[in-house]
């Protein structure tokens, strides 16, 4: 879509969206104030939430224009997950904090709804090109000492990233033998083994961590009795590939009081999965948008290196164009190296070959380049 055919657009959506509410006000022929209010577990978190919702508030009328596309909810939360870069400028009109710790702002931003529409463009033609990612979700859940079937926190993340329209691993699809090394990894948090089963099934990125209720002071009130359970959870995001760590996401600790234990213990948990989820769905899409611009650190894994090899190799990385930062390993022929660029993996990997005499490029993959020096 070209910016002459937007610009016309947004002259016939600004106007519609300021009469939706007075709370909408056209500033132009791209930018609108919105007024909202946005909350979570601290200001950070709540201006996020505020920002995200005057984004979608002002641009709500060119979004809805989209939503029988395909991919409409990707496309949408992976914009939206970037609320930020829409925002021209914003006043924190009022703050509030209610009495279970959750903040609230009430926030008037000017956004620039021609930002939203470029921007969704670019990720429309970069997702048509690269395809949805896959992702495995596995969290270890455990009430008392008893470890969980079902796991409230996974479930949770599982229905967030199906929502915004991610292609996750259908465990129950998943052989005996699979689902005992998967059930034996979150038993012991080990993030490797994990890794390996994501490997085997095709999966770009997993998410894994534990969640765990524990039985707290027992109550009695009135002649009856009530259980306490305290939950707390802990989630992280890596790259399958290269096991690159994208968040780590603690919950603040959460409570459960119900007449019955597995009751209190569940209550625990879910306050626990309604903190964690969101913020785990949020840093992926912040980052798949970043993989479909082509940032991000990129892999190079070179074998049958010498070590005046390593050097010019090393040498060239630093100089390319696009590069901002190269972290470079040698052991036993073999280099190592961590490439910060703007770049897509593919087009990096084609201006290392131009640069690095000898390299012979043997595959490529979303953030991983192979390769091996010719004989000499």
């Given at each position: 879509?070209?910016?002459?055919?937007?610009?016309?657009?947004?002259?016939?959506?600004?106007?519609?969206?300021?009469?939706?509410?007075?709370?909408?006000?056209?500033?132009?022929?791209?930018?609108?104030?919105?007024?909202?209010?946005?909350?979570?577990m601290d200001k950070d978190e709540a201006l996020r939430d505020a920002l995200r919702k005057a984004v979608e508030r002002g641009a709500g009328t060119f979004i809805f224009s989209q939503s029988e596309t395909k991919d409409f909810a990707l496309v949408r939360d992976t914009v939206l997950a970037r609320s930020a870069g829409?925002?021209?400028?914003?006043?924190?009109?009022?703050?509030?904090?209610?009495?279970?710790?959750?903040?609230?702002?009430?926030?008037?931003?000017?956004?620039?709804v021609q930002g939203v529409v470029d921007t969704w463009g670019v990720v429309t033609t970069m997702l048509k090109q690269m395809g949805?990612?896959?992702?495995m979700v596995a969290v270890g859940e455990k009430i008392g000492p008893q470890l969980q079937d079902v796991s409230t926190v996974q479930t949770r993340i599982e229905e967030m990233l199906l929502k915004s329209g991610?292609?996750?691993?259908?465990?129950?699809?998943?052989?005996?033998?699979?689902?005992?090394?998967?059930?034996?990894?979150m038993a012991d948090d080990n993030v490797a083994k994990v890794q390996a089963i994501a490997k085997r099934f095709g999966a770009q990125l997993f998410v894994t961590g534990a969640a765990h209720a524990a039985p707290g002071?027992?109550?009695?009130?009135g002649?009856?009795?009530?259980?306490?359970?305290?939950?707390?959870?802990?989630?992280?995001?890596?790259?399958?590939?290269?096991?690159?760590m994208l968040s780590a996401v603690p919950g603040q600790?959460?409570?459960?009081?119900q007449q019955v234990a597995r009751s209190a213990a569940k209550q625990?948990?879910?306050?626990?999965?309604?903190?964690?989820?969101?913020?785990?769905?949020?840093?992926?899409?912040?980052?798949?948008?970043?993989?479909?611009?082509?940032?991000?650190?990129?892999?190079?894994?070179?074998?049958?290196?010498?070590?005046?090899?390593?050097?010019?190799?090393?040498?060239?990385?630093?100089?390319?164009?696009?590069?901002?930062?190269?972290?470079v390993k040698f052991h036993n022929n073999q280099a190592e190296c961590s490439i910060e660029s703007n770049l897509r993996a593919e087009t990096l990997a084609e201006k290392i070959v131009e640069a690095v005499s000898g390299l012979d490029v043997t595959d490529v993959s979303q953030n991983v380049i192979k390769a091996k020096f010719k004989p000499e």
């Amino acid at each position: 879509m070209r910016r002459t055919t937007c610009c016309a657009l947004l002259s016939a959506l600004l106007p519609a969206a300021a009469a939706v509410a007075q709370d909408v006000v056209r500033k132009g022929d791209n930018l609108v104030e919105v007024t909202v209010v946005g909350q979570g577990m601290d200001k950070d978190e709540a201006l996020r939430d505020a920002l995200r919702k005057a984004v979608e508030r002002g641009a709500g009328t060119f979004i809805f224009s989209q939503s029988e596309t395909k991919d409409f909810a990707l496309v949408r939360d992976t914009v939206l997950a970037r609320s930020a870069g829409f925002v021209q400028k914003y006043d924190i009109v009022s703050q509030s904090t209610s009495p279970d710790g959750v903040v609230e702002l009430k926030v008037r931003a000017t956004v620039s709804v021609q930002g939203v529409v470029d921007t969704w463009g670019v990720v429309t033609t970069m997702l048509k090109q690269m395809g949805r990612p896959k992702i495995m979700v596995a969290v270890g859940e455990k009430i008392g000492p008893q470890l969980q079937d079902v796991s409230t926190v996974q479930t949770r993340i599982e229905e967030m990233l199906l929502k915004s329209g991610f292609v996750l691993v259908d465990q129950s699809q998943l052989k005996e033998i699979d689902k005992k090394d998967l059930s034996a990894a979150m038993a012991d948090d080990n993030v490797a083994k994990v890794q390996a089963i994501a490997k085997r099934f095709g999966a770009q990125l997993f998410v894994t961590g534990a969640a765990h209720a524990a039985p707290g002071v027992t109550k009695n009130i009135g002649g009856v009795v009530f259980f306490t359970y305290e939950g707390e959870a802990n989630v992280k995001c890596f790259r399958t590939d290269t096991a690159q760590m994208l968040s780590a996401v603690p919950g603040q600790p959460t409570r459960g009081v119900q007449q019955v234990a597995r009751s209190a213990a569940k209550q625990a948990l879910d306050a626990q999965a309604r903190q964690v989820a969101p913020r785990v769905v949020n840093d992926i899409l912040r980052f798949w948008q970043d993989c479909l611009a082509g940032r991000g650190e990129v892999r190079l894994e070179v074998d049958g290196v010498s070590f005046k090899q390593y050097l010019a190799l090393k040498k060239a990385l630093q100089t390319l164009k696009d590069v901002k930062d190269v972290t470079v390993k040698f052991h036993n022929n073999q280099a190592e190296c961590s490439i910060e660029s703007n770049l897509r993996a593919e087009t990096l990997a084609e201006k290392i070959v131009e640069a690095v005499s000898g390299l012979d490029v043997t595959d490529v993959s979303q953030n991983v380049i192979k390769a091996k020096f010719k004989p000499e």
